[in-house]
C-alpha cells in the first residue's frame, strides 16, 4: 500500500483532482449516489403525510419563522452523506500503478552501404545513396534492442559503426555518410562483406544478418564475392542483397543547359543472387524509392525477435478513508438522533 501524502481527515480526498486519480473496481456504486436525494424526499413526504397529526388552534400573530427550525433538517442530512461516503467506498476507490519490462535477445544486423560514385545516379529522388539513407534511418528506428552496425564501401570497405543500440549514434553516423568517404572508386562487394564477416565472427547472438546494399558490379577489391559470402555463411550469417538502380541509360548528372545527361548503367545481377542464397537470405531489385522502402520493410518483419513482456501491477486501496468518513458521520447522526434537534424541534 502507498504512504498516503495527507492523512485521511485531510479535505483533499474530496478534491476533483484526487479522485481523476482513482480508478474503482464497481463504479455501478458510485451512480447509485445520486439515488440518496430522492431516498430522503420519499422519506420525507411518507412522514409528512402519515404521521400522526394534533390539531392545535394558535393565533396568527403567535406563528413565528425562526431560522432554528431549518436544523431539524441536519440529522439527515449527515445521515444522507454518511450514506453517500459508505456508498463511495463500496465502490473500492483504487489507483493502480504498472510497470512493464520487455526484453529480447536482440538480433546482430549489418548493413553493408554502397557509397561509390553510380550512387549519385538520379534514378531515386533525389539520388541512390540519399534514398538508401533514408530507409536506413527508418528501419533502424523501427528495431527494438537489435544490436546495428554500418559499412560502407566503394573501392575499398571499411566499418563506420560496430555493432551497438545507440540509434542516435547510428542516425548521426548515417547523416555524415557522402561519396568522398573512400578515394578508392570502384565497387568492392566482396571487401565489404569480408568486414562484415570480421565484425561478425565473435558475436554470440543467435540470429546474425547482413543487409548488402549495391547499385553494380564487382569492379574493386581483392576479395571475390562468392568467397567472401561462404566465410559469411560458415559464421551463420544470413545475407540480403538489394540492387538498387535502373539497367541502361540513367540520369547522372546535368548538361549545359540543365537537362539531365544519361549514361549507361550495368548490374551483375546474377552475382547478388548467388550471394543471398549462399547466405540463406533474399535478393531484392528496386527500382524507385517506394520500392525500396518496401524492401526494407518487409526485411524488417522478418528479422524480428521475439520480445518478452512482464507486467508488474501494484494496486492501492483508499476505501478505508471513506469508510472512515462515512462512520464519522453516522456518529454524529446518532448523536443528533437522541438530542434534542431530532425530536423537540421536530415536534
Known amino acids: ?22 480508478t474503482w473496481e464497481h463504479p455501478v456504486l458510485l ?3 445520486v439515488a440518496v436525494p430522492f431516498l430522503f424526499l420519499v422519506r420525507w413526504l411518507i412522514r409528512f403525510y402519515f404521521n400522526q397529526k394534533l390539531p392545535v388552534a394558535l393565533v396568527k400573530s403567535d406563528v413565528k419563522t425562526s431560522p432554528t427550525t431549518w436544523l431539524r433538517f441536519c440529522p439527515e442530512i449527515i445521515f444522507a452523506l454518511a450514506l453517500t461516503l459508505l456508498l463511495i467506498a463500496l465502490a473500492r476507490p483504487q489507483r493502480t500503478n504498472e510497470k512493464v519490462e520487455q526484453w529480447s535477445e536482440g538480433i546482430d544486423i549489418m548493413l553493408a552501404i554502397d557509397i561509390s560514385q553510380s550512387m549519385q545516379i538520379q534514378d531515386f529522388t533525389p539520388n541512390r545513396l540519399e534514398a538508401a539513407k533514408d530507409v536506413a534511418r527508418d528501419f533502424i528506428q523501427g528495431r527494438l534492442q537489435d544490436r546495428i552496425g554500418i559499412v560502407v564501401f566503394s573501392g575499398d570497405a571499411f566499418s563506420l559503426a560496430p555493432l551497438t543500440t545507440d540509434y542516435d549514434l547510428l542516425n548521426a553516423y548515417i547523416n555524415d555518410i557522402s561519396f568522398e568517404m573512400i578515394e578508392s572508386r570502384g565497387t568492392a562487394i566482396g571487401s565489404a562483406m569480408a568486414v562484415v564477416t570480421n565484425r561478425m565472427r565473435e558475436s554470440q547472438s543467435k540470429s546474425k544478418v547482413c543487409i548488402l546494399l549495391s547499385d553494380g558490379d564487382n569492379t574493386a577489391g581483392n576479395i571475390d564475392p562468392i568467397t567472401a559470402a561462404e566465410l559469411a555463411a560458415a559464421y551463420n550469417i544470413k545475407i540480403y542483397t538489394i540492387i538498387v538502380g535502373k539497367e541502361g541509360l540513367v540520369p547522372f548528372g546535368k548538361d549545359y543547359f540543365g537537362r539531365p545527361n544519361m549514361v549507361e548503367n550495368t548490374i551483375d545481377e546474377t552475382t547478388m543472387r548467388k550471394i543471398a542464397q549462399i547466405g540463406s537470405g533474399q535478393f531484392f531489385r528496386v527500382t524507385d524509392n517506394e520500392a525500396l522502402k518496401v524492401v526494407f520493410d518487409r526485411i524488417d518483419q522478418y528479422e524480428k525477435a521475439e520480445i518478452n513482456e512482464t507486467r508488474f501491477k501494484d494496486t492501492s486501496d483508499y476505501y478505508y478513508i471513506y469508510l472512515r468518513w462515512a462512520l464519522v458521520f ?5 448523536f443528533l438522533k437522541s438530542s434534542f434537534m431530532a425530536n423537540l424541534l421536530q415536534d
Not at 453516522?330 to 446518532?334: E, N, S
Open 31 to 33: 451512480y447509485s449516489i
Open 1 to 22: 500500500m502507498d504512504e498516503l501524502t495527507d492523512p485521511w481527515y485531510s479535505i483533499n480526498w474530496f478534491l476533483p483532482a484526487t479522485w481523476n486519480g482513482f
Open 330 to 334: 453516522f456518529t454524529c447522526w446518532i
